[in-house]
Nanobody, 123 residues
Framework: QVQLVESGGGLVQPGGSLRLSCAAS????????MAWYRQAPGKARELVAS???????NYADSVKGRFTISRDNAKNTMSLQMNSLEPEDTAVYYC?????????????????WGQGTQVTVSS
């Protein structure tokens, strides 16, 4: 099994910054893509940013130029640096990982989610 644990959420004023972190642990063989999603009240969960094992990145148009995703493949960790935060960025942010894992003697590719961390941007 794999566990994803997020940290770094909180309350920040508009224009401020936060850094989210995600640590993956468990029977991980390798992680392909890691990503951050977010879900605001009453809205569908949406992709914020993703990063492949080779470090290519993808961002939602709404966060381009403000957010930066990074990962450490050796430590199975990922971060999201969020600058120039806006009230519209308020949401629960979820870590996501697409990974090969070991279930006993079997290797399987699965997708995992963290429990989420709240980010609130408000004055």
């Amino acid at each position: 099994q794999v566990q994803l644990v997020e940290s770094g959420g909180g309350l920040v004023q508009p224009g401020g910054s936060l850094r989210l972190s995600c640590a993956a642990s468990g029977s991980i063989i390798s992680i392909f893509t890691m990503a951050w999603y977010r879900q605001a009240p009453g809205k569908a969960r949406e992709l914020v940013a993703s990063i492949a094992s080779g470090s290519s990145t993808n961002y939602a148009d709404s966060v381009k130029g403000r957010f930066t995703i990074s990962r450490d493949n050796a430590k199975n960790t990922m971060s999201l640096q969020m600058n120039s935060l806006e009230p519209e960025d308020t949401a629960v942010y979820y870590c996501n990982a697409d990974a090969w894992i070991a279930r006993g003697v079997t290797l399987t590719r699965e997708t995992f989610w963290g429990q989420g961390t709240q980010v609130t941007v408000s004055s």
